[in-house]
């Protein structure tokens, strides 16, 4: 894979291009530009991008802010993620409701393939795979 700068014109425009499919389709277009994983602060959307080289880019949050409920609920945050991974749910009411849910930080490791949901402490966390496409 040729190195790719990452720059937030370059994760935008892959945002942009996933519009409307489903989520393995992002992660296929984030590995294509040498995304190795991401975390995403659910307070403030603001994400954090590493590249295959240990790069980082932090890309500000474009929702208002939420504030996270201090109770992990894991049947909530279950819940969440199954309503979004169906097309029930658009994305911001995805983080709305796994912040009500208890979630503070949602880490996706895309060489690993797989999501991890963070509380509000370390001991708190649901992980998830994810699809390959």
């Known amino acids: 894979m040729n190195f790719i700068e990452l720059t937030e014109e370059l994760i935008l425009s892959v945002e942009k291009k996933s519009e409307g499919q489903a989520y393995p389709y992002l992660v296929k277009n984030l590995k294509a530009v040498g995304v190795d994983h991401y975390e995403v602060k659910v307070a403030t959307h603001n994400r954090t991008f590493t590249n295959i080289n240990g790069d980082t880019l932090i890309v500000a949050g474009e929702f ?69 496409v």
């Open 64 to 132: 208002p802010e939420i504030d996270p409920a201090e109770t992990f609920q894991l049947d909530a945050v279950k819940a969440a993620v199954k309503r979004t991974q169906e097309g029930l749910t658009d994305y911001p009411t995805f983080l709305q409701e796994i912040a009500a849910a208890g979630i503070h930080t949602y880490l996706a490791d895309l060489a690993g393939m797989m999501i991890i949901y963070q509380g509000p402490n370390s001991e708190y966390e649901y992980e998830e795979s994810i699809p390959e």
